[in-house]
Nanobody, 115 residues
């Protein structure tokens, strides 16, 4: 059973940056497309970005040009570089495989964007 541990969230000002990390407990991570998801207060969890095993990336329009997903298979880690943050990016961020999100969800990492 893969366990996912997200970190790197915090408080950022509008226009600021954060880098999120997600470490998977097993090397089976390397054969999976991985994604980042967010859940804002009172809303359903939604998809933000994904990365294929070969490094191809896909983003939803709302984060395109601002967020960058990357991965380090040797470290079983996927990253989300978040730039030009907006208040509407405030949410708990999770990683999981994509597009099925078939691993158990981790605890997520809180991102708050506020002045």
């Amino acid at each position: 059973q893969v366990q996912l541990v997200e970190s790197g969230g915090g408080l950022a000002q509008p226009g600021g940056s954060l880098r999120l990390s997600c470490v998977a407990s097993r090397s089976s991570f390397s054969g999976r497309w991985m994604g980042w998801y967010r859940q804002a207060p009172g809303k359903q969890r939604e998809f933000d970005a994904r990365i294929t095993t070969s490094g191809g990336t896909t983003y939803v329009d709302s984060v395109k040009g601002r967020f960058t997903i990357s991965r380090d298979n040797a470290q079983n880690t996927v990253y989300l570089q978040m730039n030009s943050l907006k208040p509407e990016d405030t949410a708990v961020y999770y990683c999981n495989d994509a597009p099925m999100a078939s691993f158990p969800w981790g605890q997520g990492t809180q991102v708050t964007v506020s002045s």
